[in-house]
């Protein structure tokens, strides 16, 4: 009697160290969450760009997509030094020098980074210069 007391005491003690790594799992799925996102679409030769106020030193995730029959590229300084992750049709490229991104007619590309320099950060298509756009990065003590 005493041992089958026990052995249900061991089977609900794993059930708490499951449901620990569940709750840990979850915190980590809630950190991916808190990235800041911006969405910048290519469309009719132009950068349109929906973002909310960034702050430096959060993880930050540039979506782009190109709506155009048309090469571009999404190219800037930003990304300069910092380590820079590229994902394109499920093709990841990292690195401090990444500058940018090449997209085929109707392609996205996802670009993570952590914003460290404030200010106004253009980006720009190097296929076509004419072509630009910005981002503003507002430090943590202005917001
Ligand atoms: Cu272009």
Redesign the pocket.
């Known amino acids: 009697m005493t041992i089958g007391g026990y052995r249900v005491q061991w089977r609900r003690l794993g059930m708490v160290v499951t449901m620990v790594c569940l709750a840990w799992m979850h915190g980590a799925a809630l950190q991916a969450q808190s990235e800041q996102v911006v969405e910048v679409t290519i469309k009719d030769?132009r950068f349109v760009t929906k973002q909310s106020p960034l702050r430096l030193g959060y993880p930050t995730v540039i979506r782009v997509r190109n709506e155009d029959a048309?090469r571009?590229?999404f190219s800037s300084t930003m990304f300069e030094g910092i380590p820079t992750q590229i994902e394109k049709d499920g093709v990841i490229v990292y690195g401090r020098g990444v500058g940018g991104a090449f997209l085929d007619p109707k392609q996205d590309a996802t670009i993570r980074f952590d914003m460290t320099r404030p200010g106004r950060h253009v980006f720009r298509?190097s296929?076509?210069p004419t072509?630009t756009g910005e981002l503003l990065l507002l430090s943590a003590e202005a917001v």
């Open positions: 030769f048309e571009h590229d298509c296929i076509h072509m």
